[in-house]
């Protein structure tokens, strides 16, 4: 086994260094989607075996109440969701019987929802993972179709070979390259009270927590 702070992506395929352009993108999500659109997406079809009221769906959006009603009222006559009616309460869910359903929610996991599932890929560990971050494009919403997804693990008790057999299967899911860096808590408090640029950046910029709390973690030195 090779020093557990090394970094590697698991497909390990060499990628194009990025043009100068790379500045100017936005991500594959939001050429796509609208910011409301992607939120009331990632809720119907991140988890189509439930239903939401609207009033959930409004607060769970944030997205103000007559923008998530217009969008739940295309996305239900387009016949891609259903509602039902619950006592004096709109309920709406994911319409697996629409021709693409499947793709959708192919769609939304690999492009909006993409926290949740590395977050179960890890579950089997949660014992063992003292911290785990999303970092890097994807949790500054700057991802595009090639980016990698970048995990920070602190863990005593993993190894780079255990953390990739847990990721190969939400790599294939999400059909991007996943590239976990893995640290003990020695090493990593070690690092930052050394000042390390990488974890100095990483660590001030924007995370996704997937599992721990950051902040917690750090304060408890």
């Known amino acids: 086994m090779g020093n557990k702070t090394n970094k590697r992506t698991i497909s390990n395929v060499r990628r194009p260094?990025?043009?100068?352009a790379a500045h100017a993108r936005i991500s594959v999500a939001d050429a796509l989607f609208t910011t409301t659109q992607q939120r009331v997406l990632a809720l119907l079809f991140?988890?189509?075996q439930r239903s939401?009221?609207?009033?959930?769906?409004?607060e769970l959006a944030d997205g103000g109440r007559g923008a998530v009603q217009r969008e739940l009222e295309r996305l239900q006559q387009s016949g891609l969701i259903v509602q039902s009616t619950l006592g004096n309460q709109k309920h709406y869910q994911a319409n697996s019987s629409?021709?693409?359903?499947?793709?959708?929610?192919?769609i939304v996991g690999k492009l909006l929802g993409p926290a949740d599932i590395l977050r179960d890929a890890l579950g089997s560990m949660a014992n063992k993972?003292?911290?785990?971050?999303?970092?890097?494009?994807?949790?500054?919403?700057r991802d595009t179709a090639r980016s990698d997804f970048d995990l920070l693990l602190i863990s005593d008790d993993l190894t780079l070979e255990e953390i990739y057999e847990a990721l190969?299967?939400?790599?294939k899911r999400l059909g991007r390259p996943i590239n976990p860096t893995l640290y003990t808590g020695g090493e990593f408090r070690k690092r930052l009270e050394r000042r390390n640029p990488f974890l100095v950046k990483l660590l001030a910029g924007e995370t996704i927590p997937l599992m721990g709390n950051k902040d917690d973690?750090?304060?408890?030195g």
Do not use: D, K, N, R
């Open 46 to 48: 991140g988890q189509p």
């Open 129 to 141: 993972v003292q911290l785990a971050l999303l970092y890097g494009s994807t949790a500054t919403h």
């Open 17 to 20: 260094a990025a043009s100068a």
């Open 168 to 171: 190969t299967p939400a790599e």
């Open 52 to 58: 939401f009221f609207t009033q959930q769906l409004i």
């Open 98 to 106: 629409s021709p693409v359903f499947a793709e959708l929610c192919g």
């Open 217 to 220: 973690f750090i304060a408890a």
